[in-house]
């Protein structure tokens, strides 16, 4: 891990001592305190981020379906979605890049904000480039040592040129904001870690839903959130 994301881990851990062995567990078990050296692995954040945005881009493209919402087309938007699944372009993200694991939880947040400020919702045909181009900012602004785009477009599966925009569109969506304090940290960590527990509970949930259409059409607002999730 560079010397940054090792850092916001230790300053995380320190601001609150009464807590700090559950954080430090918390971060063990997510594998952020996993060294890069030696044998590769794939840390425990990587199939819980995945886990995440998979069942958030399920349920953003059931409920858009439902209520014909059209989203916002925009340069982070494929034709069709991409053959290889978010879980396989993570670890693909994660084995060739050679960021440390802290990467992904701030490209959480980047995302996160993106979508905030845009009326994007995340799908199956943007998630890719949002993951790429997300990934790819937190390295050079977390790690020590990162690659320049051209690299990175090649992990991707995208031109350089096309990256390079992507880079511009989403680094002025977030208003170029990039720092992630502790607190913020510490939040998207305890978000993915109830992912653990969470994660099937919901999508039974999600599964009992479509369900429930199949047996009545009347009345099915409530069976469904009415809002998109982003």
Known sequence: M???SMQLISDMEALSPDTGSTESEIYQ???LKESRKGVFKIPRVLMLLSSLLERTVQKNEILMEKTEIKDAVTIFHGLKPPPVSIRQYVDRIFKY???SPSCFVVAHVYVDRFLQQTDIHLTSL???RLLI????????FVDDAFFNNGYYARVGGVSTEELNR????FLFGIDFRLQVNVNTFGKYCYRLEKESSDGLQIERAIQACRIK???SSKDDSTTCASTIAR
Do not use: D, P, Q
């Open 166 to 169: 992507l880079e511009m569109k």
């Open 126 to 128: 943007n998630v890719h």
């Open 133 to 140: 181009t997300s990934v790819m900012i937190a390295a050079k």
């Open 29 to 31: 078990t997510l594998g």
């Open 97 to 99: 890049s050679a960021c």
């Open 2 to 4: 560079g010397f940054n």
């Open 213 to 215: 259409e199949s047996w």
